[in-house]
């Protein structure tokens, strides 16, 4: 495994889902989804959402 397979971005909303409606944090996710290489989650109350599956993982 080389470190892209072993990398992704976690977006952590530690004071409840409703921070990823912010506009700053939501062009933070869209930021991250633009550049596309690693995959990337959002995190709030336990779940995960997979945002943006990455290049590597969409390959597969």
Do not use: H, Y
């Not at 952590?12 to 700053?24: L, S, Y």
């Not at 944090?25 to 995960?48: C, I, Q, T, Y």
């Not at 959402?49 to 390959?59: E, I, Q, S």
């Amino acid at each position: 495994m080389d470190a892209s397979e072993a990398a992704c971005i976690v977006g952590r909303a530690v004071d409840g889902v409703q921070a990823f409606d912010r506009w700053d944090v939501a062009e933070a996710f869209a930021m991250f989804v633009r550049e596309g290489s690693l995959p990337v989650w959002k995190v709030s109350d336990g779940n995960a959402t997979l945002v943006n599956p990455g290049l590597d993982t969409a390959r597969r």
